[in-house]
């Protein structure tokens, strides 16, 4: 009984380690996808395409600052062609896209306090996502 409660709790242990090499996997293949589909992409499906890479950026994104600033580049493409069609939804995610990046320019300094410009810069992007996903009744 002993081994196999060992057996269990290494596997438990270790499970987490495992499913983050492949989650990344998966996302690095699906960035893959959305950029060809991105070339040819155009309208909501452009901004929406924008919008996902933004997302899929930021969740492989841990200490390579590269990754950050890629999904800010896309992030503000999205809401440049949201804005341009007046894409509502699209603009609501780029927003909130925005929001992850002025909230993750703040790791930077170490001696933060909450007068940066930064921080409050991350507070009012993250509010204007808020509201304007508020008015089109979309969480």
């Excluded at 959305?34 to 909501?44: F, I, R, V, Y």
């Excluded at 809401?79 to 939804?89: A, M, R």
């Excluded at 995610?93 to 409050?120: S, V």
Aim: aromatic letters at 12%; hydrophobic letters at 35%; charged letters at 30%.
């Amino acid at each position: 009984m002993r081994k196999y409660m060992v057996s269990i709790w290494l596997s438990m242990l270790f499970s987490p380690f495992v499913n983050a090499q492949t989650d990344d996997k998966m996302v690095w293949q699906r960035v893959d996808s959305l950029k060809n589909e991105l070339k040819t992409a155009k309208g909501k499906n452009k901004v929406d395409c924008l919008n996902l890479l933004a997302e899929y950026y930021f969740f492989i994104w841990e200490d390579d600052d590269k990754l950050q600033d890629s999904a800010c580049i896309f992030s503000e493409k999205a809401f440049e062609e949201g804005k341009k069609i007046n894409y509502k939804v699209g603009l609501g995610y780029a927003l909130a896209n925005r929001a992850h990046c002025a909230a993750g320019e703040t790791d930077n300094n170490i001696k933060n306090n909450d007068r940066e410009p930064a921080y409050e810069n991350a507070y009012k992007t993250a509010g204007d996502a808020i509201k304007y996903a508020e008015g089109l009744n979309n969480n």
